[in-house]
């Protein structure tokens, strides 16, 4: 199953590979830190912190045509705001963690392409 589709990003930059690869590395720099913040904010219940995390992170993994992905942040994201279902905050993170390095894989091979 493919988690990734550049072809967005590939449309919005003409098809330049130099900025799709800059791009790809931008994701690349920016997951392990919002791994890291909302596993943060998880452990210590800062629901707040964990959905604005979880907003930030949306941006992210959308440039790279992860739809599912995003959507589920959205979720998260909105639960958040209101403390809805907080059990169901360690799934999504977890989600989130095997999307993203799933993810890195399939980039890091589309990057060698490039």
């Known amino acids: 199953m ?11 930059t003409g ?4 900025i799709v690869r800059e791009m790809v590395e931008m994701f690349f720099a920016q997951i392990d830190e919002f791994k890291d913040n909302m596993n943060k904010y998880l452990k210590e219940e800062k629901w707040t912190e964990l959905g604005k995390e979880a ?7 959308l440039i790279v045509g992860m739809e599912d992905l995003g959507q589920n942040l959205k979720k998260l994201q909105l639960l958040t705001e209101e403390e809805k279902e907080i059990d169901t905050y360690p799934d999504f993170v977890k ?6 390095d799933a993810a890195v894989i399939e980039l890091e091979e589309e990057l060698n392409s490039l």
């Open 2 to 12: 493919a988690y990734t589709d550049l072809s967005y990003l590939k449309e919005i």
């Open 15 to 18: 098809g330049e590979s130099s």
């Open 55 to 61: 907003h930030k992170a949306k941006s992210s993994v």
């Open 95 to 100: 989600m989130f963690e095997e999307q993203c």
